[in-house]
């Protein structure tokens, strides 16, 4: 519509109103082409999101109480699917594996980055060459990363067991290894992804106002007491989003499993390795997949709105 | 010894001799870890590559390949067929990111500058998918591709099963429309004055202004198309249209591969990747941080 009348110079009515005392019709006019133009230009985007995002959304809950075959007309089940993931053994096992992964995830992911970047941040030299080497990893793709630490974690002649045994410590079967195996993904997944909560911590860090630190140091307060009593309380919001970030993130955790100790593993078994189980390999039930990520769905629901509820405040 | 912005331990107290010989020791101990811990990794994945496959195997790793067969790389483009992944994935980031652009900058625009009747109530609801997680989607997401409503496609195996989930980025639009916000209505006006169309504003005003929030979305729309293992794992199953990733996972798992070759393939992968972070690198890591300040 403006593409067709741009043609002709002539003057347009303004985007804010004020200043051209335009007639009645003129503004109407205007009303009407700017709601036929945005209608226009949003569609695209309204088609992509109502189709792979709002459609699914609901699509998914009518599923999980729905068994499908695509062949024939789905069946209303009730929750029947609910009641056969809970008499799924794995279900409790999934759950359980992907606490222990968010827990131990956090323990490394979490504070590692906290405690680097606080000591980033007080060298003085070769900033770019820290900062860009703590970010690499993020930008491989996760499939090179876990590949490529498959090698190291290799028992017979992987990189972890021959530097261990040159040190005389103790070797591992790492990812082979019932009790090693969940530390092991936990190590590939902080060692991918701790890139980016250490720039964010610099970042905010570096926002802290010195004078307070100056002032603290007036008052006789050691290196500990400030890091205590104003870096931590300063970094307060930052450190609660990336923590709402990380949990949400981590409880989907996927590739680490799914590459290194497999979809069958009971020891490493995540809740979305169970999903891509019951709907891609065996099962080929979707209902029970969608019942899963529901619940899944429910639980992570609560952390992206509270997500979403600091952020709109600081706004 | 200067730094322009006063942190947690003082310029002066750090010139100390004592602090001095502190500060200079952990330097050292941080260089030589961070060059382990984040550089040795792919030092070892490109010269593992180049070692002969005995070599690689063998129960005490070497650190310097005692022979170099640099043709493993050719041998794994060429017989692992890691040029047709390659410029697979290739293609689907480069359509995906303007396909994202294409979406997201015109209804960003709309949302902003044409605001249309319900333009709050749609936003609202695009935003509002910022919350559901990826896992909880993937299952209908997957049957919605397999046969899309109203318009009945079978997507599967197709570009456009990436594109077109991939524009649905409401964090896009978000940063696009926040961006186009801080534009001047004013100078939108007088271009209008001057007879220029909506679309011509956009283009000749909007889009020229815009190019530094442009380029962190473009940067993380193909950093994110290269990334993506599940999605791409689950639509595209046929190995002629693969991603990269998808294949060299695939590939990893039929133990017919010699290892060389697949270091090489994964070397391969990595290398557009290094190469867009150290082009862009500025944009990237204050993108992170300009995120971080605003939430």
């Known amino acids: 519509m403006a593409v067709m009348t741009s043609e002709r110079p002539k003057v347009r ?21 700017d709601n036929a133009l945005g209608y226009l230009f949003m569609a695209a985007g309204i088609a992509c999101f109502a189709l792979f995002s709002w459609y699914p959304l609901v699509r998914g809950v009518i599923l999980s109480f729905q068994q499908v075959n695509f062949v024939t007309d789905p069946i209303w089940v009730g929750f029947d699917n609910f009641k056969a993931i809970f008499d799924d053994p794995l279900f409790y096992t999934a759950w359980w594996n992907t606490l222990k992964f968010t827990v131990l995830a956090l323990i490394l992911g979490y504070l590692v980055p906290f405690a680097i970047a606080v000591v980033l ?18 930008m491989l793709p996760p499939i090179v990363v876990v590949l490529l630490w498959k090698f190291f974690y290799d028992p017979g002649n992987g990189l972890f067991n021959t530097v261990l045994s040159a040190l005389h410590l103790p070797t ?22 701790m890139g980016g909560a250490t720039i964010m911590y610099l970042a905010a860090l570096q926002n802290i106002p010195g004078e307070l630190y100056e002032a603290a140091e007036l008052e006789g307060a050691s290196i500990w007491q400030r890091l205590r009593h104003i870096t931590i309380p300063q970094m307060r919001f930052i450190m609660l989003v990336l923590l709402l970030l990380q949990i949400v993130a981590t409880m989907q955790v996927f590739i680490e499993p799914y590459q290194l100790t497999g979809t069958t593993n009971p020891d490493t078994i995540t809740v979305m390795v169970l999903i891509y189980r019951y709907a891609f390999t065996v099962n080929n039930d979707f209902g029970l997949a969608a019942a899963m990520s529901v619940l899944l769905f429910i639980v992570l629901g609560v952390f992206s709105a509270v997500y979403l509820r600091v952020t709109r405040d600081k706004d | 010894m200067t730094s322009d912005t006063r942190t947690l331990i003082s310029g002066t107290d750090l010139n100390r001799r004592r602090n001095k010989v502190i500060y200079y020791t952990l330097l050292t101990v941080l260089m030589i ?16 590559a180049v070692k002969h496959p005995a070599e690689l195997v063998r129960p005490t790793p070497t650190f310097i390949p005692e022979s170099w067969h640099w043709d493993t790389y050719k041998l794994a483009w060429e017989q692992l067929n890691i040029a047709h992944f390659f410029l697979n994935t290739l293609y689907y980031a480069i359509g995906g990111w303007f396909v994202q652009l ?11 500058k044409l605001r249309p009747v319900g333009g709050k109530l749609i936003l609202g609801g695009m935003l509002a998918s910022l ?51 801080q534009i001047p209505n004013d100078l939108l006006d007088s271009a209008s004055m001057d007879g220029a169309g909506r679309v011509r504003v956009l283009w000749h005003i909007v889009l020229p202004l815009s190019r530094p929030v442009l380029a962190v979305v473009s940067i993380f729309a193909v950093i994110g198309m290269w990334k993506d293992f599940l999605w791409p794992l689950l639509v595209l199953q046929d190995p002629e249209v693969q991603t990269l990733s998808v294949a060299l996972s695939r590939l990893s798992g039929t133990n017919q591969v010699p290892l060389t070759e697949m270091l090489a393939g994964l070397v391969i992968a990595s290398i557009p990747m290094i190469v867009v972070f150290m082009v862009f690198q500025r944009s990237i890591l204050g993108g992170l941080q300009a995120g971080s300040l605003k939430g």
Request: proline share 8%.
């Open chain 2, 33 to 48: 870890t961070f060059i382990v811990v984040f550089f040795f990794p792919f030092y070892w994945m490109v010269t593992g």
């Open chain 1, 121 to 138: 941040n007080e060298i003085r030299h070769f900033k770019g060459f820290f900062r860009i080497a703590v970010y690499l990893p993020v």
């Open chain 1, 172 to 193: 591992s079967d790492w990812t082979q290894s019932p009790k090693m195996s969940m530390i092991s993904l936990v190590l590939v997944s902080t060692w991918a992804n």
């Open chain 2, 131 to 181: 919350m559901l997680p990826a896992a909880a989607l993937l299952v209908p997401a997957y049957l919605t591709v397999t046969d899309v409503p109203i318009f009945g496609w079978n997507l599967l195996n197709s570009p456009w099963a990436l594109w077109l989930p991939g524009a649905a980025n409401a964090f896009n639009i978000y940063v696009l429309k926040r961006f186009f916000d």
């Open chain 2, 102 to 112: 294409l979406v997201d900058v015109t209804a960003a625009y709309a949302l902003s």
């Open chain 1, 13 to 33: 009515p303004p985007y804010s109103g004020g200043a051209s005392p335009a007639s009645r019709r003129d503004k109407l006019r205007r009303k009407l082409g």
